[in-house]
Nanobody, 113 residues
Framework: VQLQASGGGSVQAGGSLRLTCKASGLNFKIADMAWYRQTPGNQRELVATISAGGGTNYADFAEGRFTISRVWPTRTVYLQMDSLTPEDTGVYYC????????WGQGTQVTVSS
């Protein structure tokens, strides 16, 4: 299983970013997917999940600002992040627990005030 994350960058507070995760080596149709993040000085935490059927769940800090989605033909998971704040600064990781636990390489998000 390989998860290739991209789309991070530097934005000002209030801005938006869309993260992309391309998955390979798994049956994407039945794999639940997720985004995690690790902010400075903190442990890695769950941001959002999307089930194989498209059901979604969000951490409290992400609810109403972030949107997770998936596209089967391209085996891609997106995380649309709006109304970003400096507290969202960190490394964002794509994840699946499909027949094991797998992580993407992480993509850096930096939000300046």
């Amino acid at each position: 299983v390989q998860l290739q994350a991209s789309g991070g960058g530097s934005v000002q507070a209030g801005g938006s970013l869309r993260l992309t995760c391309k998955a390979s080596g798994l049956n994407f149709k039945i794999a639940d997917m997720a985004w995690y993040r690790q902010t400075p000085g903190n442990q890695r935490e769950l941001v959002a999940t999307i089930s194989a059927g498209g059901g979604t769940n969000y951490a409290d800090f992400a609810e109403g600002r972030f949107t997770i989605s998936r596209v089967w033909p391209t085996r891609t998971v997106y995380l649309q992040m709006d109304s970003l704040t400096p507290e969202d600064t960190g490394v964002y990781y794509c994840n699946t627990h499909y027949r094991g636990t797998f992580w993407g390489q992480g993509t850096q998000v930096t939000v300046s005030s």
